[in-house]
């Protein structure tokens, strides 16, 4: 009937990726290259010759509002990234599994059906056979047993007389 075997099942879901797998991989992305930019920021206005005021980063009026350099920040945005990719890898690998299982299950399920089909195949077979036999038995006439016809005997040898 159908065969899906283990190869053929990762073989369908090794291409596939859901509509969620996808933003969570994009947005996920997004808040790690936040986070570098950040610490390349950080580093960069530490470094920058001149007032920490004057310089085009930001990083003092960034620092007065949120009381954390860049380099803090982006070390955090980082971190959150790697939590929120080991959360959702860990979330739709095991979905994944499931779903792995599931289909083996089921084609597990159908090797027995179709197996079970084809025994019963077999038996109906020898069923109908058997009943077919009992037909030729019964349709045949019912022939009387013969009378053994006695043989004929042969002739003795005389045995010699004594005299």
């Keep these: 009937m159908n065969d899906m075997t283990p190869t053929k099942i ?29 610490i390349v920021l950080g580093f960069i206005a530490d470094f ?3 007032k920490p005021e004057d310089n085009w980063t930001g990083q003092a009026a960034f620092q007065n509002a949120m009381h954390l350099s860049y ?13 929120i990719a080991a959360i ?9 599994d499931t779903d792995n299982e599931r289909a083996l299950r089921r ?3 159908l090797k027995i059906i179709s197996e079970s089909e084809k025994v019963t195949a077999e ?13 030729e038995v019964e349709a045949k ?3 009387e047993p013969k009378a053994e016809e006695p043989k ?5 040898a005389e045995e010699p007389k004594a005299e």
């Design 71 to 83: 380099r803090w920040f982006g070390v955090i945005l980082l971190l959150v990234a790697a939590l």
């Design 48 to 50: 920058y010759p001149g």
């Design 141 to 143: 006439p019912a022939e």
């Design 10 to 38: 990762e073989d369908v879901s090794k291409n596939k990726l859901s509509k969620g797998e996808k933003v969570f991989i994009v947005l996920d992305g997004i808040l790690a290259l936040g986070g570098l930019v950040m």
């Design 123 to 135: 038996q109906e077979a020898a069923a109908i056979a058997e009943k077919e036999q009992a037909k």
């Design 88 to 96: 959702a890898l860990n979330g739709f690998a095991r979905k994944n």
């Design 107 to 109: 084609a597990q399920r």
């Design 152 to 156: 004929p005997e042969e002739p003795k």
